[in-house]
């Protein structure tokens, strides 16, 4: 590896790595037998199957996930209360740079992707934030170390087989408040900076989606999300449906439509369940849906009402196009620290008992590996949440063991074949609408491909009509915009010291692409991106 370290890479489903620091863009390996190699076999929906996991806490921290990185600052001397990453960014100060850097380089390795491979998986999804691209004002994050540690993963991936699942996970002004959307509190897509902070992540996908859909990087970063976990309740079906349409003609402006055109462009479906996107901009190019169950998996196939999960997804296979698990666990209740965020925990007596994982006996051990095969295969292409937990120095071990894949695996309540899933929800609810593979022709980028309705297009326009938490008609012109001129950054790409005249690309495919980036508007004083509910209204328009 980089760090002089060796491992033997034991693969016993038939993969392979390949490589050749000289041609770094060469064919790479075969993650099992069955999965098609990156850059010379065509991945197909509805022949492959997507068996992967998250490679969460990584490039966006989440307190459960690294409980040691937050531990160390969790008492510090400004008493600032550490929750998140914008709060654990302040806390470490001068050392940030450094503290960051060795969590990106310590706590996802190449060997991971080895051993992710072995364990079956072919591909991940990488959740990263904004600050990847750059941050503004006072937001503390590190900016562009983690694309830094991103270009490795790509060629980790490439390496040994698998394909990359891009997450934009954490959203200016925080899609849904939660600790891993970069800050706990308000959100992006309601109050007062709503609008605003939408348009400056359309340019941030115009980024990603030119970047990765360069001819060195497509064959391995083949799905882009737009968004993590949209708090739908929160932020209203009129602003999450607009923001996904505005979203969608943004990255298909960039890319052009139909087969090998861009990224797949997957969708969070802002836990409804997949039946109430059918219909949702039909005809679209290649748009897929990203379903979360975590409220309901746990009682899966055990004859509650959550088997439904099974039914939905090939439903939604069948009617809308490519469907996928893009968060699941193992998880039967919200035992962990820090699971829940910084604090006290759950009040369930018995999480003492299930973070003990070291003493679950057979008997527990099979009956969760009941629950992991019942989601995997309810759920067909899916992203277990998440490869791994790491140790907490307080406890001097992992906590939230059903959140951990690689733990799983070790104790047995992850199959060491994740294709010993299939068949298991037929097998409980005897029939279960199986999905026969065929996608709507315009989900894989076929026929008729970008053609959306015009229904869709004029019912869904951006900037929407109305805004959470209550602004209609006049309210909306006074709202804060930005204006569409600015200069576009771009990503940079790798340097290989084995190959320094490699062509690694210009970090933007699609050179008549020259649209502006959004900006703030010159003279315009903007409230707080980040404080939008409790903002003051303005009084006085001052718009792009």
């Known amino acids: 590896m980089e760090d002089g370290t060796n491992f033997t890479y034991m693969n016993s489903l038939g993969g392979d790595w390949a490589a050749d620091p000289?041609?770094?863009?060469?064919?790479?390996?075969?993650a099992q037998s069955w999965s098609p190699r990156v850059g010379a076999e065509e991945w197909i929906w509805g022949e492959n199957v997507a068996r992967g996991v998250n490679l969460g806490g990584w490039l966006v921290t989440e307190p459960f996930i690294v409980p040691s990185l937050y531990e160390k600052y969790v008492n510090n001397s400004q008493n600032i209360t550490v929750l998140d990453e914008w709060t654990l960014s302040l806390a470490m100060g001068l050392d940030l740079a450094s503290e960051m850097g060795h969590h990106y380089e310590t706590f996802i390795t190449e060997q991971d992707f080895a051993e992710i491979a072995a364990a079956g998986l072919n591909w991940v999804r990488i959740p990263i934030g904004f600050w990847a691209i750059e941050a503004i004002n006072d937001e503390p994050f590190l900016v562009g170390t983690s694309w830094t540690y991103f270009l490795k993963a790509i060629q980790w991936a490439r390496k040994y087989g698998i394909r990359i699942y891009l997450d934009l996970h954490a959203l200016p002004g925080s899609q849904n408040g939660w600790n891993h959307s970069g800050k706990s509190g308000?959100?992006?897509g309601n109050g007062v900076m709503g609008i605003a902070n939408a348009q400056?992540?359309?340019?941030?996908?115009?980024?990603?989606v030119e970047f990765i859909s360069q001819d060195q990087y497509r064959d391995v970063v083949p799905v882009l999300g737009i968004v993590n976990e949209i708090l739908w309740g929160t932020i209203g079906e009129t602003s999450v449906q607009s923001f996904y349409y505005a979203a969608y003609d943004t990255i298909?402006?960039?890319?052009?439509?139909?087969?090998?055109?861009?990224?797949?462009?997957?969708?969070?479906?802002g836990f409804q369940g997949p039946a109430i996107w059918e219909g949702f901009l039909s005809g679209a190019d290649r748009l897929a849906l990203d379903q979360h169950p975590f409220p309901l998996q746990y009682l899966a196939f055990m004859g509650d009402t959550s088997s439904e999960w099974a039914i939905a997804t090939n439903r939604s296979s069948k009617a809308?196009?490519?469907?996928?698990?893009?968060?699941?666990s193992t998880a039967i209740?919200?035992?962990?620290?820090?699971?829940?965020?910084?604090?006290?925990?759950?009040?369930?007596?018995?999480?003492?008992?299930?973070?003990?994982?070291?003493?679950?006996?057979a008997s527990t051990i099979a009956s969760l590996k009941q629950v992991t095969l019942a989601t995997m295969d309810a759920l067909?292409?899916?992203?277990?949440?998440t490869w791994k937990i790491g140790n907490s120095t307080v406890l001097g071990t992992s906590s939230s063991p059903l959140w951990h894949y690689k733990l799983g695996l070790q104790q047995g309540w992850v199959p060491l074949d994740p294709r010993d899933a299939v068949g298991h929800c037929e097998s409980v609810l005897n029939s279960s609408e199986i999905f026969d593979g065929s996608y709507p022709v315009t989900a894989t980028g076929g026929a008729g491909a970008?053609?959306?309705?015009?229904?869709?297009?004029?019912?869904?326009?951006?900037?929407?009509?109305s805004l959470a938490p209550s602004f209609t008609g006049t309210q909306m012109t006074l709202l804060p915009t930005y204006t569409p001129t600015g200069t576009v950054k771009t990503l940079f790409a790798p340097s290989f010291t084995s190959a320094p005249l490699a062509s690694v690309g210009t970090g933007w495919n699609n050179t008549a692409d020259t649209s502006s980036a959004y900006v703030p508007v010159a003279g315009c004083s903007y409230p707080d991106s980040w404080d939008a509910v409790n903002t003051s209204f303005p009084t006085t328009p001052c718009t792009g």
């Open 186 to 188: 308000d959100l992006f």
């Open 200 to 208: 400056r992540t359309l340019t941030y996908l115009r980024i990603l």
């Open 320 to 328: 809308f196009g490519i469907t996928l698990g893009g968060e699941f």
């Open 252 to 269: 298909r402006q960039s890319t052009g439509i139909g087969s090998g055109a861009g990224p797949y462009i997957a969708i969070h479906e």
């Open 380 to 385: 067909q292409n899916f992203f277990f949440w």
């Open 22 to 30: 000289t041609q770094p863009f060469l064919p790479g390996g075969k």
């Open 333 to 361: 209740n919200d035992c962990g620290l820090w699971l829940n965020g910084i604090g006290p925990g759950s009040s369930n007596p018995e999480c003492p008992m299930w973070d003990d994982w070291a003493s679950y006996n």
């Open 450 to 465: 970008g053609t959306v309705l015009p229904a869709q297009t004029s019912s869904h326009v951006f900037p929407p009509s």
